[in-house]
């Protein structure tokens, strides 16, 4: 196709609770990561959005991404209502294939960052049985450690040393998009990055991962609160609440 190689710009965004989110489609998002470079893209739910309502650093790292995607379903619905723009959920596991997939073509360099070695060595298996001519460069799992010290040149030197054209970010919210904004001030890698949170225990059938039409009426949090009980307890039934709430005033406002 004569137009491939025409991307679109950075998308437009629209404001929910405090933070600038794209308008965007999980085929936009992967596009830019393929072909352009030095993108970094942050996957939002409503924790996220909540977290950033009530810290303003945190806010304005998240809004320093050149990409905010609507991962969460209330995120895009609030999107959709707000600003009647027809906006659905851009899926961070969906993301992650359909980006492979697509820079398959174009021998697109792939590198992992956090989790457990026995969880990436598992994820990676699982994509190069679907994806058999992958082009994976390396990967890392350090210690649980600050963001601060997980930039350290010991930690980022095998991406310096193998420049992957997307880096692949597993090490939670906020401390993924932390990370990486860290690496964008600090380091010139010409490299794409992306904060994929659970993605990779998904991918390797660690965890379970909601089916679509669960995920699609607003329930896929249900599913991990159900595996992960106490680590996620108020992320959801807190934070979720919080959003409905803060959506709320801004629809009044609005």
């Not at 004569?2 to 629209?14: E, L």
């Not at 039409?213 to 992960?228: K, P, T, V």
């Not at 992320?235 to 629809?251: E, T």
């Amino acid at each position: 196709d004569i137009f491939i190689y025409i991307i679109v710009s950075i998308m437009d965004s629209v404001r929910i609770l405090k933070t600038e989110m794209s308008v965007t489609n999980i085929d936009d998002v992967a596009k830019n990561l393929v072909f352009k470079n030095k993108i970094s893209v942050a996957i939002c739910n409503a924790n996220t959005l909540v977290r950033c309502y009530k810290d303003k650093e945190l806010n304005n790292t998240i809004n320093s991404f050149d990409i905010r995607c609507p991962d969460g379903f209330p995120v895009a619905k609030a999107s959709k209502i707000l600003y009647k723009n027809n906006q659905k959920r851009v899926d961070g596991y969906k993301l992650f294939l359909q980006t492979i997939e697509r820079g398959l073509s174009n021998n697109v360099s792939h590198y992992f960052f956090g989790n457990t070695e026995e969880i990436v060595l598992k994820m990676v298996e699982t994509i190069k049985t679907k994806y058999p001519n992958v082009n994976i460069k390396g990967f890392t799992c350090p210690p649980n450690l600050s963001y601060e010290e997980l930039s350290d040149d010991k930690y980022i030197y095998d991406i310096n040393t193998k420049n992957p054209d997307i880096l692949w970010v597993s090490l939670g919210f906020p401390k993924q998009e932390k990370f990486i904004n860290l690496i964008k001030k600090n380091n010139s890698m010409n490299i794409n990055m992306v904060g994929v949170g659970a993605v990779f225990e998904w991918v390797a059938g660690t965890k379970i991962k909601a089916p679509e039409w669960l995920a699609n009426i607003g329930l896929e949090w249900l599913i991990r609160l159900i595996q992960e009980p106490k680590r996620l307890f108020r992320r959801y039934l807190v934070d979720n609440f919080l959003f409905i709430i803060y959506f709320i005033k801004q629809y009044i406002r609005n």
